[in-house]
């Protein structure tokens, strides 16, 4: 069974530009939700989609949006980057209500952004 | 902000058990406790999670004290792989909509 996939792996963007970041879940899973790690900030939460909605969101500012597909792939997009924004950013994905082999969430490899 | 507290760092001799504290003295009757790590450069990991029972897998055992105020996760052999950071987390289980609020975790660090 795959894990959870991200793309692309590495980024290098510049200021200002905008950046789109891919996840595809896990088989079945319909809960996707996004991470944010920095070395000061630790692991912070962005925003968590479900059935393609928006259920829940982190205290980020609005540069940062995201999306969900019928498949569920999500989608991340930053606008205006900075250079605060660079960052590992994080993708899991879960099954909410199903007693899974996991019982929680599935990590992806996340895709680490630059910013210069 | 994360709802337990967890040592920063903590060191254990390769084949001892390693016993990860976290208090959680504001849980709700609803939240459980989910245990995660993470390794270097890699995503989380979930290791395990329990309600009131003490629990076990594969990869670690997780005792909750009878308040639920405190728990520990026990891995009962570690190995030099096992160093990471432990993130000890309370939730609601497998809800929609309720998100995994990381705190600073525990940097075990297994030594041979």
């Known amino acids: 069974k795959a894990g959870v996939t991200q793309t692309p792996r590495y980024l290098i963007k510049t200021r200002g530009q905008q950046v789109t970041l891919s996840c595809s879940p896990i088989s079945g899973h319909r809960s996707v939700s996004w991470y944010q790690q920095t070395p000061g900030q630790g692991l912070q939460f962005l925003f968590e989609?479900?059935?393609?909605?928006?259920?829940n969101k982190g205290n980020f500012p609005g540069r940062f949006s995201g999306r969900q597909f019928s498949n569920s792939r999500s989608e991340m997009n930053v606008s205006t980057l900075e250079l605060g924004d660079s960052a590992l950013y994080l993708c899991?994905?879960?099954?909410?209500?199903?007693?899974?082999?996991?019982?929680?969430?599935?990590f992806g490899s996340g895709t680490r952004l630059t910013v210069v | 902000d994360a709802k337990t507290t967890q040592p920063p760092s903590m060191d254990c001799a390769e084949g001892r058990a390693a016993n990860l504290p976290c208090n959680h003295s504001?849980?709700?009757?609803?939240?459980?406790v989910y245990w995660y790590r993470q390794i270097h450069s890699q995503g989380p990991q979930y290791i395990i999670h329990g309600l009131k029972n003490n629990e076990t897998n594969e990869m670690a055992s997780l005792i909750i004290t009878e308040d639920r105020k405190s728990s520990t996760l026990i891995l009962p052999h570690a190995t030099l792989r096992d160093t990471a950071v432990y993130y000890c987390?309370?939730?609601?289980?497998?809800?929609?909509?309720?998100?995994?609020?990381f705190g600073k975790g525990t940097t075990l660090s297994v030594s041979s």
């Open positions: 899991a994905s879960s099954f909410p209500g199903q007693r899974n082999t996991n019982y929680g969430y599935t």
């Open positions: 987390i309370v939730r609601p289980y497998n809800q929609a909509g309720t998100a995994l609020i």
């Open positions: 504001t849980i709700s009757g609803n939240e459980y």
């Open positions: 989609y479900f059935s393609e909605t928006q259920r």
